[in-house]
Nanobody, 120 residues
């Protein structure tokens, strides 16, 4: 079994920062692409940022210049540094990863979600 465990959400004021973490554990052969999605009330889930195992990152236009995604491959962990937060960033943030298990099969996994609330 593979699990993604997120941490780092919370309530902050506009202009402040938060750092989300997501660690993958279990029967892992390799962690491939990793990313963060978010879903605000009444809206569809959207990709915030993604980072492949190699290559360049990509971001939703609304977070470019404010958010930074990074990963620590030794720890199977992905981070999302969120600066200059805005009320419209309020959402549940979900970690996502494509992971190859010990049987050589690749699956998509989701974290449980962590709430980020930005007050004005």
């Amino acid at each position: 079994q593979v699990q993604l465990v997120e941490s780092g959400g919370g309530l902050v004021q506009a202009g402040e920062s938060l750092r989300l973490s997501c660690a993958a554990s279990g029967s892992i052969f390799s962690v491939n692409a990793m990313g963060w999605y978010r879903q605000a009330p009444g809206k569809q889930r959207e990709l915030v940022a993604a980072i492949p195992s190699g290559g360049s990152t990509n971001y939703h236009d609304s977070v470019k210049g404010r958010f930074t995604i990074s990963r620590d491959n030794a720890k199977n962990t992905v981070y999302l540094q969120m600066n200059s937060l805005k009320p419209e960033d309020t959402a549940v943030y979900y970690c996502n990863a494509l992971i190859t298990n010990l049987n050589g099969n690749e699956y998509e996994y989701w974290g449980q979600g962590t709430q980020v609330t930005v007050s004005s």
